[in-house]
């Protein structure tokens, strides 16, 4: 059921959605639990917080949490821990060589949502992160479940973490179906066998993550703490060293929104995304005036074709078509006040309240991308082209010579996918941005160009060897069938002298025996 008008959602925002913070005191009764998480996790009933140290009214813990280093300048309140945090462990910084006068850290942290089983692929990312860059900034690294981390997870995942680690569980209502939503259609459209080659579409927890990641993720109580976050998941790669702050570059230069890789989506899995999109953004005058930018100044361009549009009212809706591009968000850095506001929330309701999560599958990714292509400036986002990410399909290296050297880099920039794929927006990001071109990108065009008429040559030259081999077998079936023709042609001279051979022996015998008769 998709609803026909987007000035539903211009009521004030349904602040049910999201938890209300709830401090600690000294009076606050808890819930005494000894067992461990380890155990906890099989103890698991409709609520993931049932049987935990936050089952209780406030969803608080039962531990007091460490004191704070002397010099800890950050965003945690040393006093309490946040709604349905499971777990908070904090680091001396004084024992790192840590100059505060030269490094600022800025009110941010990296933020992972992972399950216990992906405990090994995570730390690889940890390790990566951590050698790479967070060793040298030490920023707080959240983990967020649906379920209570295990003992062996918090344990193992700290041990590799340079700055605070907090681990908190996702509420119930953030990791479930809305009553809005029909079940046992969402599961037959899961089982239908035309689809079964989309990657995750059997998969009801990835719509779960989907709808979670683009609607939820930062209403969690821990990220009230944090006003920036860093996108990291299980199995991802960084082979060049992160040298400058992330943060404080979007912090000094007024963006809301980075990442490394933009590609084309399963047209498949959003056949109603971008009508429902259009329909908030573009057919509502009172949110077309006063909530998105300049048309000019937007970053529409990147995701469909208004060039030849001076400004909204010009722009018929119904003919616009999404191109299928998209950031993709497993990767990204954002300021949190891009989703705290009326308009993203509204847009979210208006798109959620369509079923589209669990009756397509909507990724978050394209979610993303369209609200930060309706509402945001194009100078408020940034491309880290300096950043060399790489996740399962598709990884960058800089094309930049001297940044290879300078950030110690392991990528071969002549196979990197954001330049080299078809299936890349990044080109098209940077030209409708108008965003600088990596500093040797011309050679490395080049290199792909002769690249690419190499393999034109060796196509060409291996299809003329293919004609010519075929010419030759055509040529040696000629000299065969000839053969065998002459060959027939012998055995049957041989059959026809038999023949007349024995013919003539037949005739000389009868003539024997009339002879003997006369």
Known sequence: PYPNDPNILLDPIDKSTKPEVTTTNENTEVTENNESTDQLINNQSFNPLTNTSLDNPLNTTTESPPILPKNYNGPINPNFYSQFE???????????????????????????????????????????VEDRFNGKFHYDWVFLNDKPFTDEFIKLTSSLCSGITRYGIIPHDHWSYPDFIDQDTAKKIR?????????????????????????????????????????????????????NDPFKFLVDNNKLYGFTIAMLEFSKTIPNLFKLTKEFFLKNDLIKKNYLPDINDSLLNFITDISKFENYDEI???????????????????NLDLFRNELYESFFQYLDKSGGFFYERWGDAPVHTLAVAFMLRKDQVHIFQDISYRHTVAGTCPLNDQQLVDLKCSCNPELDWAWNS????????????????????????????????????????????????????????????????????VFQQQIKEQRLSREKQRKQQQNE??????
Request: proline fraction near 3%; charged fraction near 35%; glycine fraction near 0%.
């Open 86 to 128: 499971q777990k908070r462990l904090l680091v001396n910084f004084n024992d790192y060589e840590l100059d505060n006068n030269s490094i600022i850290r800025q009110n941010a942290t990296i933020l992972s949502l992972v399950r216990n089983e992906e405990l090994y692929d995570m730390l690889s990312s940890i390790q990566q």
């Open 513 to 518: 025996q009339n002879e003997q008769k006369d």
């Open 191 to 243: 089982e239908m066998k035309k689809f079964q080659n989309i990657p995750y579409w059997k998969s009801e927890s990835y719509r779960h993550m989907c709808r979670f990641n683009s609607g939820f993720f930062y209403k969690h109580p821990i990220l009230n703490d944090y006003q920036y976050y860093w996108r990291v998941e299980p199995n991802v790669f960084f082979n060049c060293n992160i040298v």
């Open 422 to 489: 078809a299936s890349s927006c990044n080109p098209l990001f940077v030209k409708v941005s108008n965003s600088e071109k990596p500093k040797d990108y011309d050679k490395y065009m080049q290199i792909k160009t002769d690249r690419e008429q190499e393999k034109e040559r060796s196509r060409l030259a291996n299809v003329e060897l293919k004609r010519k081999e075929a010419r030759a077998r055509a040529e040696m079936r000629k000299l065969q069938a000839e053969e065998r023709r002459k060959k027939k042609e």
């Open 316 to 334: 018929d809706v119904d003919k616009l078509n999404y191109n299928l591009c998209h950031f993709w968000s497993n990767f990204e850095i954002a």
